[in-house]
């Protein structure tokens, strides 16, 4: 039906192209064929609109997902994927190939995923001809897919990235009689500020052109107030605050499925391996848990070290040297004599700073602190935040406005963080109550101290264990509740 439908609109337009020529020519001729120049393309074109625009009995029942990212490594558009189709939508899910979506999202009879590629401009000449040629590919290419797609009820867009996402949206929304909705994560320009400086301009352009073409959307969401009000007065847009909130995957980890996790993790990652026992033994041990050999029950290590866990896309706007000073100012406390236990420090995630940081952490000589850097696949990822004794978050928004989706995951599996402090954070982790906020790492090594003296025993009766209670007591919206109070209305509205 799509790709018909497609033919027809190539069709259609390479006559109108036609027309046009041929009236350009015949003009000078004779005014008569001036005329029926203009009328054929006005005919034509009534009929490439109508191509376009046509719709089925399915049409409002068919919503495009769309990022101009990595589907894996957004998490955020693959609920609202999945949300959508437990309502009965069928979705287009429309963005980068690259890292495996959820197998939710794979396995969805519904979603239907449409890979792009990320084009690149000339490599050749100077940096900004390069910028401007992406710029023109991404757009055409991005043109061809949705016009190429059925027609849908609404497109939802992620945003950052929105150049050139939103203008060709908006374009396609107009020519095809979509509802457009943007979802802001944050602001696209403010991210480009962080490599090229806040008065760049092409800084300057990205956030005019945020600003210009973020006011054709028909809905729009954000994710938090500070955001909603911002958009607000500096720009007009009036948003709805959506806030991210964990799926029911996000959860406590039974010490059983700890226990699977850990030993596939100790297969690749040493870390996760009892000191001179090779993995796959004859005891089925990690340095965390153990499986009984006489009933098979599983129990955690009794003197285990304490698992730490941050995510990160290893990008400008997450400072991990602050966690690894902070590291080493734990390692001399534990020389020093403090009771605390050894830490193993796991960082998830992939991203263009990463090899930087795992040279930084190669040249580190911990004896009682140990790193490493997995990629996990999207099941196991909130298995082990499930598994984890405590978070830390390094993300500072460039914005000032958004918060970070992985503490979110951490609260929905009753994971206390530390988490650095910048301007909305408030309105995610409230300080001494389901976890601590500091600014530097001098403060972050001091918590670390606090909350982790007399671990495993401060599990319960410390600190860290009364952070764990108040997020068990505090329960939380989930994802789907959340979905359904804020945007399923903007789909069935008018």
Known sequence: MADACASTTLATVSLICFALLAGF???????????????????????????????????????????????GRSPRMQYHALSLSKH?????????????PHQDVIGDERITIIPIAEVKGLQVGPRMVSYVTKVILQ????????????????????????????????LVCGLRGTRFIIDWHNYGYTIMGLSHGPDHPIVRLAQWYERLFGRFSSHNLCVTNAMKEDLQNNWNIKATT?????????????????????????????????????PGGETERTVFT?????????????????LLISSTSWTEDEDFSILL????????????????????????GKGPQKDHYRKLIDTLSFEHVKICTPWLEAEDYPVLLGSADLGVCLHKSSSGLDL???????????????????L???????????????????????????????????????????????????GGQRWDQNWDQNVLPLLTGP
């Open 290 to 306: 153990g499986r009984d050999p006489s009933d098979l029950s599983v129990t955690l290590t009794s003197g285990r070290p304490a």
């Open 139 to 170: 757009s055409l290419q991005l043109l061809l897919v949705l016009l190429k797609t059925d027609v849908q009820s609404h497109i939802l867009m992620q945003n950052p990235p929105g150049l050139p996402g939103i203008v060709v949206t908006w």
């Open 88 to 100: 009965g939508y069928s979705v287009t899910f429309v963005g980068f190939p690259g890292t495996k």
């Open 242 to 278: 959506l806030y991210d909130k964990p799926p029911a995957i996000f959860k406590e980890t039974p010490v059983d499925l700890q226990h699977q996790l850990f030993m596939r993790l100790a297969k690749t990652n040493p870390q996760f391996q009892v000191c001179g026992e090779p």
């Open 424 to 474: 909305c954070l408030h309105e995610l982790v409230k300080h001494e109550e389901n976890g601590l906020i500091f600014k530097d790492s001098q403060e972050l090594a001091e918590q670390l101290k606090s909350l982790l003296w007399d671990f495993p025993g401060c599990e319960e009766e410390g600190r860290l264990g009364q952070f764990r209670r108040n997020l068990r007591a505090s």
């Open 325 to 348: 000073k902070a590291l080493e100012d734990y390692e001399g406390f534990v020389k020093a004599g403090a009771s605390l236990p050894s830490l193993v420090c796991v960082i998830t």
């Open 25 to 71: 020519y015949l003009t000078s001729l004779n005014a008569l064929w001036t005329l029926v120049s203009v009328t054929v393309t006005l005919v034509l074109g009534s009929q490439l609109l109508w191509q376009l625009r046509r719709r089925d009995a399915l049409t409002e029942r068919r919503v495009c997902v769309l990022v101009l990212g990595d589907i």
């Open 404 to 422: 970070p989706m992985k503490v979110v995951d951490m609260f929905g599996c009753c994971l206390p963080v530390c988490a650095i402090h910048f």
